[in-house]
């Protein structure tokens, strides 16, 4: 069992001001996982107070880009060696299937880091507004200030250092709150920045619950505030801020669609859907849960749907046999399977899966994988993120009926084309109105800009645009 029983602030592990632990029990037998040290307000403001600190007199804001930058390489060094206990850290938190948390711990994050280390080596910290004028403004990118990074427990340190990395690479310092779900991952965290060279105050680490996170949003002392979570919480934290004239960057929701044209090619769609559909449990923001696919071949789309769901394995999340491990909690367990009751309530007609636990499970959070068919896009198991493996499937009539279905949404954060014309399928990719669309499966990476429109967020993560979240623009006119 791991023990966390201070907290990481400043760079210092410190007596919490309150001793109420939290537990950590896993979702798959609900075993005890560690405990660790909870935030309280008393412990926000003394980490702010450090922050603060270190921000307005110390050292990291004023050391030059290439210093920061080669803190921020070796702290890479240092996660990605220890990639495979992270891995199984978080798997035995919050349930993610070990593939998963392997490939996050293992691959993306490292080459989340390094993009933004490539983007910080070209970035224009100081350069004239005009490079063909010698006696024109210049324009300074300083840092915006004390960030407080706000996650959610899926995929917790890839929420936390696409928000820290460029925060300090930017010159700020950085308070992460992290869930009470994944709190020993990211305590974990705390060595390897001291390990990495980072000074004291600049970094602090608060397990906390949501009134502590709120308490943190409104402090004073805060200058930006960035946040991956749900849309909700997501609107309450940016009506503080915008009382405050907080700086603020928001990655929310998604009911993300994929649309498959009548020319896709079903073997490839299956097998794309098996990670773009049913990663990370489904428990993820940029899943695609509504499958768009022409009456033409509506039943075809449904039966090969329906195979690929039948063969995904659910059980142990340490079982590397394992495609999908348990939801997160009791509450979320209920909320995935009241929404398949609704879906059976509303009319569609259930394909597989359904609101009963799978059979030799039942100690643990887990759902069966659901498909829904003839589901009409104003039903809410189309409009409503489930944050859960169950998929609806649409039929349209044209390519322009395709194009209205995925934009008739709240959201618009991620989405999908299949078809066997790429140019075809870029052109009906420009239509939709998301933040991101991936034409046959294919990976964005982690340069491109990640972040959506309407109800799913405010800014971009990833690559020179999320760099660009943490400073401020300066003109100095000579």
């Known amino acids: 069992m791991i023990d966390y029983e201070k907290l990481f602030i400043g760079g210092h592990w410190t007596e919490p001001a309150s001793a109420d632990p939290l537990e950590i029990r896993s979702p798959h037998d609900r075993s005890l996982v560690g405990r660790a040290a909870q935030a309280s307000p008393a412990d926000v403001d003394l980490a702010v107070q450090a922050a603060r600190y270190a921000f307005d007199d110390g050292p990291w804001p004023r050391m030059a880009p290439a210093e920061r930058q080669a803190v921020i390489a070796r702290f890479n060094e240092l996660h990605a060696a220890r990639a495979e206990d992270l891995a199984a850290l978080v798997t035995s938190e919050n349930g993610s299937a070990l593939w998963f948390t392997h490939m996050i711990q293992a691959h993306l994050v490292p080459e989340q880091t390094a993009a933004y280390l490539r983007a910080a080596e070209s970035f224009g910290w100081e350069e004239p507004v005009d490079p063909g004028s010698a006696a024109g403004p210049l324009l300074r990118r300083e840092p915006v200030g004390v960030v407080a990074a706000i996650i959610p427990w899926n995929a917790p340190h890839q929420s936390a250092l696409v928000k820290m990395v460029p925060a300090l690479l930017a ?170 009751e609704l879906g059976i309530k509303e009319g569609a007609r259930l394909v597989t899966g359904g609101p009963d636990v799978p059979e030799g499970l039942e100690g643990g959070y887990y759902v069966r994988p659901t498909v829904f068919a003839d589901v009409d896009n104003s039903m809410r198991i189309a409009q409503e993120e489930i944050f859960g493996p169950v998929l609806v499937i649409i039929p349209f009539e044209d390519e322009d009926d395709a194009v209205r279905i995925a934009n008739d949404s709240p959201y618009g954060l991620g989405g999908g084309v299949w078809t066997a014309d790429r140019e075809h399928g870029i052109a009906v990719a420009r239509r939709i109105r998301t933040g991101q669309v991936t034409v046959n499966g294919a990976d964005p990476g982690t340069t491109a800009p990640f972040g959506g429109y309407k109800a799913s967020g405010i800014g971009r993560e990833f690559g020179v645009s999320g760099l660009a979240h943490y400073v401020e623009l300066k003109t100095i006119a000579v």
């Open 171 to 340: 010159g700020c310092t950085v308070i992460l709150k992290a869930s009470p779900e994944t709190a020993l991952d990211a305590l974990a965290l705390g060595d390897l920045f001291t390990e990495a060279g980072i000074p004291d105050g600049v970094v602090s680490i608060l397990p906390a619950d949501r009134a502590t996170s709120e308490y943190l949003v409104a402090h004073p002392g805060i200058d930006k505030i960035a946040f991956t979570g749900s849309t909700a919480a997501g609107r309450r934290i940016a009506s503080i801020a915008g009382e405050q004239l907080k700086r603020v960057s928001l990655e929310l929701g998604g009911k993300s669609a994929a649309i498959i044209l009548e020319d896709a090619d079903l073997t490839a769609v299956s097998e794309g859907l098996k990670y773009l559909s049913f990663a990370n449990n489904s428990e993820s923001c940029v899943a695609h849960t509504r499958i768009l696919a022409p009456r033409s071949r509506y039943e075809e789309v449904v039966a090969a749907v329906k195979t690929l769901v039948e063969s995904l394995n659910v059980g142990d999340p340490t079982d590397p046999a394992t495609w999908i491990g348990p939801m997160v909690r009791a509450d979320q367990q209920q909320r995935v399977q009241s929404y398949i």
